[in-house]
């Protein structure tokens, strides 16, 4: 059968089963040599995204808090703070690792139960001419569980990391045990992600730059001490802005 616009229609379990076929023979040729890294994470471009999003993110933090950006309170020693940083941080892994392997299943599971009825609508609009793009619309509608599964994931993942940091603030007596509302977690969340993630960048493209075990060393050393100068003061910052503002 042929639509209105001339697109021939395509039968949804054998647009599926090239879609499938296609995925399979580009995706892992592509991941063995390494292009997504070296296009981002390991080239000069990354490392200007990684300090623009650093300057921006300090700036508006500067119009917006009075305090000391980086200033810990209670004032604490190396240790200590090596100690509470580290109850935070392996809290985080752990949640988000667990995170990952359920939405992970979750995924393939609203993959296997949409795309049969999404092909099929599409096959519908296609061949009924109903639009005037409805070549694009199988494309289109392929990619409706990948956006859902991103939404959900930084929806669900921000108050995830947020009631983690703060477990680790708790049983190190530095939060009280009142409670903790979504939103509050939410924004420990934000803070905790919107300091970490160009920390990162930075340190990964800074290593880059040398030998490959001396690279793994650095970086390891400069995520701890990113989180513990930089991430922790900024999340005990927010524990008390969200009970004193101000």
């Not at 623009?52 to 993110?57: A, E, I, K, Q, Y």
């Not at 519908?124 to 070549?135: D, E, K, P, Q, V």
């Not at 930075?202 to 001490?225: D, K, N, Q, S, Y």
């Amino acid at each position: 059968m042929v639509a209105n616009d001339g697109t021939r229609a395509v039968d949804p379990s054998q647009y599926v089963a090239q879609h499938l076929q296609h995925f399979t023979a580009s995706g892992p040729t592509a991941f063995a040599t390494g292009d997504y890294a070296r296009t981002f994470m390991w080239s000069a471009n990354g490392l200007v995204v990684a300090s623009v999003l650093l300057v921006v993110v300090t700036g508006l933090t500067l119009l917006t808090d009075r305090w000391p950006l980086f200033r810990l309170n209670p004032v604490m020693g190396f240790g200590k703070r090596l100690y509470l940083w580290w109850s935070c941080a392996w809290r985080q892994w752990l949640a988000s690792t667990l995170f990952v392997v359920i939405g992970f299943f979750a995924f393939h599971s609203l993959v296997a139960t949409a795309t049969l009825p999404l092909m099929a609508f599409a096959t519908h609009l296609m061949t009924s001419g109903a639009t005037r793009t409805a070549f694009a619309w199988p494309f289109t509608l392929m990619e409706v569980p990948v956006v859902l599964a991103i939404l959900i994931y930084l929806l669900l993942s921000l108050p995830l990391a947020g009631y983690m940091v703060r477990s680790g603030l708790v049983a190190h007596a530095i939060s009280g045990t009142e409670p903790f509302g979504l939103w509050r977690a939410t924004l420990l969340g934000v803070t905790t992600y919107v300091w970490s993630v160009p920390g990162s960048l930075l340190i990964a493209e800074l290593a880059i730059w040398f030998p490959h075990h001396v690279a793994e060393i650095l970086r390891g050393l400069g995520l701890v001490a990113w989180g513990m100068y930089i991430v922790l003061p900024r999340q005990l910052r927010r524990m008390t802005r969200s009970i004193q503002p101000g």
